[in-house]
C-alpha cells in the first residue's frame, strides 16, 4: 500500500497517479469556448476525450497525447510486475 498525503485527487491502480493527468481545459471544435474534458479511452495511439460541459451537448474529441499515452504505458507495465 502506498500512503499519500497531499490534497490533489488520485486514481488507485498499484501506485496513485494524480488524476489531473485525465482531465483538460481545450477549447470546443467550431468554437472558441472552453470546456471540461475527461478521458474516456485510447483509440490507437490517440486520446478520447468528451465533455458534458455545456447544457444538452456533448462534444468528444480525439487527439495524440504522449502525455497520457506515457501515464498509461507505465501502469501498464507496473500490473506486470
Known amino acids: 500500500m502506498v500512503e499519500v498525503r497531499d490534497s490533489k485527487t488520485h486514481v488507485v491502480a498499484l501506485k496513485p497517479l494524480q488524476s489531473l493527468h485525465f482531465f483538460r481545459m481545450m477549447p470546443v471544435p467550431e468554437s472558441e469556448q472552453i470546456a471540461c474534458y475527461f478521458f474516456t479511452r485510447l483509440d490507437k495511439k490517440d486520446v478520447c ?23 498509461i504505458e507505465e501502469v501498464e507495465q507496473s500490473d506486470g510486475e
Open 49 to 71: 476525450w468528451v465533455s458534458y460541459h455545456f447544457e444538452g451537448d456533448k462534444a468528444d474529441r480525439t487527439e495524440p497525447d504522449t502525455s497520457v499515452l506515457k501515464l
